[in-house]
């Protein structure tokens, strides 16, 4: 196993009391014409700041939306993760992407519509937001990340880090382990990056694309297709990957989906992926979602941002 060294990243560089204000650049739809959610695909050009360069992929941005909440005090900044590569969205270190779920939900008759997200699915090219970070120190590749081997778990938005991490491994020099990018979402109109994603398995042999469309059917026993359930239905692929010693793995999105993977790695014998804490019991189910991390959390060889 190659030594997994992270690199050495700056934070704050402009801190949530030291927000710096940069235009948007790019706006646009990437969720299908008939979906019911809409994720936009927004990029930002921060020539001139201190963040010009210094972003990894993997980290995340501040955005503080303006205006006050309901007790008159400013909105707190929300992060998100950034989706353009190391070099920059296009090639340009002064533009950095993210990848924006309008945020929108009814309970007992009312609507609710998430401040910071429509706030930034509404901008426009040249209006201004102010940003904060980056933040985050361990969900990035590591150094020498030709070396490894990777499956990349995300579920909705959680494909952000990715589709920049995948630029790195592909876009910049010749890779040659194998890359795994399981990706899930409600419905096929969903399904972010597709185009990249499928002419990246397309080119390279040892990239491997897998959906998870989960309503739209449903496996043998019933259940939904779900990010870990492609462990076990695509276990001729990925089992020899996850058996590889220099095999890392990643998991980005919905906070509970890393319960599913790591009962599956179990399932497999795959403990080197986990720090088992407590002693598990015989039937792995028995444990609820919740507790999971009580039992067990991420080895080394794991990289988890879940919210
Ligand atoms: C490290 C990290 C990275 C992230 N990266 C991304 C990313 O790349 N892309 C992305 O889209 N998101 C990402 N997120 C999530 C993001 O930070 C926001 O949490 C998300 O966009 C919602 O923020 P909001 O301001 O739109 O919603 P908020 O205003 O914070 O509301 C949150 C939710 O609650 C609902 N709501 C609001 N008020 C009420 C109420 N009174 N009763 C019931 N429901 C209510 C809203 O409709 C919304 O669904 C990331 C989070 C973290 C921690
Ligand atoms: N860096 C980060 O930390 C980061 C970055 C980006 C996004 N996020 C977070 O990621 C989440 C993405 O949400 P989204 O609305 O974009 O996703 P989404 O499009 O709704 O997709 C989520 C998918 O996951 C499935 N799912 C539900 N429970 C699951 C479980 N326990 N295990 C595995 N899969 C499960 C859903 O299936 P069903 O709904 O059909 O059951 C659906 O298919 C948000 O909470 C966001 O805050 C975090």
Redesign the pocket.
């Known amino acids: 196993m190659p030594e997994i060294t992270l690199p050495e990243v700056e934070l704050n560089i402009y801190g949530p009391k030291d927000p710096v204000e940069v235009p948007v650049v790019e706006n646009y739809i990437i969720t299908k014409e008939s979906s019911p ?1 809409f ?1 936009r695909h927004i990029t930002f050009d921060v020539s001139g700041t201190e963040l010009e360069g210094k972003i990894k992929v ?1 980290q ?1 941005v501040g955005i503080f939306p303006p205006g006050k909440n309901e007790r008159g005090r400013d909105y707190k900044l929300r ?3 950034v989706s353009s590569p190391n070099g920059g969205e296009h090639g340009k270190p002064n533009l950095i992407s993210t ?1 924006v ?1 309008r ?1 929108i939900e009814e309970l007992d008759n009312k609507l609710y519509i998430g401040v910071a997200s429509n706030y930034l699915a509404d901008l426009q090219p040249g209006d201004m937001v102010k940003i904060s970070g980056p933040s ?1 120190k361990r ?1 990035l590749l590591p150094e020498k990340e030709k070396e490894f081997n990777y499956l990349f778990f995300a ?7 990715y589709r920049g991490m995948i630029m790195e491994l592909f876009e910049k020099g010749d890779y040659q382990n194998e890359c795994a990018l399981i990706f ?3 419905y096929r109109t ?1 399904v ?1 990056y597709s185009d990249y994603f499928e002419k990246m398995a397309q080119e390279h042999s040892n990239f491997h694309y897998l959906k ?4 739209e059917s449903r496996r043998k026993d019933g259940s ?5 359930t492609k462990i076990k239905d695509e276990e001729e692929l990925l089992l020899p990957i996850l058996k590889k010693k220099n095999t890392l793995v990643y998991i ?10 790591y009962k599956e790695l179990l399932r497999l014998g795959l403990d080197e992926y986990l720090d088992i804490r407590k002693k598990l019991p015989d039937d792995l189910n028995d444990i609820p ?1 919740n507790d999971i991390k009580k039992f067990m959390k991420p080895s080394a060889r794991t990289f988890e ?3």
């Open positions: 959610n994720v993997g995340s992060l998100y993760s990848t779920k945020t985050g969900f579920t909705g938005t959680g494909i952000a880090p899930g979402c409600p969903d972010l998870s469309i989960s309503r939904k297709h779900y990010v870990q980005c999105g919905l906070k509970g989906m890393e319960a599913g993977i979602r941002e879940v919210y």
